[in-house]
């Protein structure tokens, strides 16, 4: 055993590490906060996706149906067309125990916002709307807003929007987790956008949701190749999992933030080993071994890292206030699962910035570093 551990205690680590850490508060503080950017950023990212996922979830439950119907190949998330005829909505609703069948038209807008063209009376009858000002439609050229979409743009019952290059009169605003933020009659929408006759997908309400099974199967043998599913089963593939754009994104991010924590700790440990030179040939004098002094900075880098997840996880508290406060028709979630990838994440960061400097300081001759000035 090292002579030097001999003399010493584990705890005598830990207080050198948290000494050496305390006496530089401020590069301490800056390294962590530096470190904690790349965590925040992943975590935003990541969160932000989930909760707008949450919120379309909570969206779909919030109609009432029991189970859904698309076209072929269209995907859950992605539905952005209308390739499926209104026949189909007929059909479904002459099915036994379909209570209410309802197409409706999907055309997306700016950004991540898209509009839903409904049939007011089919439509309400099974998710049952709530009015906070105005109520349903009067003319063909008016929408109805939820309260998010509405309180963002400072819109009220009475106002006018622009949507498709032309005006909108805002007839109703109805609180949130109905489909959409922004709803037509599907017959306007269908005319203005070419797709006459045509329906993005089909909701239907049962007589008894007991008799769920059985009419899926039944349509399922009834519309070969058409996707039918539960809302339960629907609402289940609204997960981050199933989008292979933002996996590659947040990977993207997840090696950012491992190349912020490289660089951080890299920077930090370097510029200790210089700075403390001649506190390591005094640790060689008195019998401290390379490998003792090596895990000095390789618990410093730790440390470090294990600061900066956590600024990184309270700046993403930071984010999400700044997201509800400024974009309210975004969600951001506090995923609390991505902390310890983000943990992981990090330390590998901190050991691979930390290995050099960490070597060559243990490899100096103590002779030299008691004399260099």
């Known amino acids: ?3 030097f551990e001999k003399r010493s205690s584990v705890p005598l680590v830990y207080r050198i590490v948290f000494e050496n850490l305390r006496n530089r508060r401020t590069r301490t503080l800056l390294s962590a906060l530096a470190v ?18 949450d919120a379309q979830r909570q969206r779909e439950q919030g109609i009432g149906a029991d189970l859904m119907i ?10 952005s067309s209308a390739p499926m005829s209104e026949r189909i909505e007929e059909f479904v609703r002459s099915q036994p125990h379909v209570e209410i069948a309802t197409g409706v038209t999907i055309q997306p807008i700016e950004r991540i916002n898209r509009l839903t063209g409904i049939n007011f009376a089919e439509f309400n009858a099974m998710a049952g709307f709530i009015f906070v000002e105005g109520g349903p439609f009067e003319e063909p050229f008016d929408v109805i807003l939820d309260e998010f979409y509405a309180r963002q743009r400072d819109l009220h019952a009475g106002d006018t929007v622009e949507f498709l290059d032309r005006d909108w009169t805002v007839r109703g605003i109805v609180e949130p987790g109905k489909a959409a933020r922004v709803v037509m009659q599907k017959t306007v ?16 309400k049962l007589d008894d949701k007991a008799n769920l099974e059985d009419v899926m199967q ?7 190749g058409y996707q039918i599913y539960s809302v339960e089963e629907f609402i289940s593939q609204f997960s981050v999992d199933n989008l292979p754009e933002l996996q590659t994104f947040i990977q993207v991010l997840i090696g950012l933030a491992i190349g912020f924590g490289f660089l951080v ?10 700075e403390r030179t001649r506190e390591i040939g005094i640790l060689k004098s008195l019998g401290a071994s390379s490998r003792y002094i090596l895990g000095i900075f390789v618990r410093e880098a730790l440390v470090l890292g294990l600061l900066g997840t956590v600024a990184g996880i309270g700046a993403s508290y930071l984010t999400k206030y700044a997201i509800d ?9 506090i995923v609390m699962a991505w902390w310890p990838k983000a943990l992981a994440v990090t330390m ?5 910035g930390v290995l050099y400097p960490a070597f060559r300081a243990a490899k100096q001759d103590a002779l030299e570093s008691l004399s260099y000035e």
């Open 70 to 79: 698309l076209p072929p190949g269209m995907s859950a998330i992605g539905m």
């Open 1 to 3: 055993m090292d002579p």
């Open 189 to 204: 929408l269908q005319e203005l956008t070419g797709a006459n006759g045509k329906i993005t997908l089909v909701y239907a």
């Open 325 to 333: 406060v400024f974009i309210p028709t975004m969600t951001q979630a």
């Open 36 to 53: 904690g950017l790349g965590v925040a950023m992943m975590l935003s990212i990541v969160g932000l996706a989930e909760g707008m996922l």
């Open 348 to 352: 590998v960061g901190a050991l691979l």
């Open 265 to 274: 700790i890299f920077l930090t440990m370097h510029t200790a080993v210089l």
């Open 218 to 224: 039944s349509l399922e043998e009834k519309m070969e």
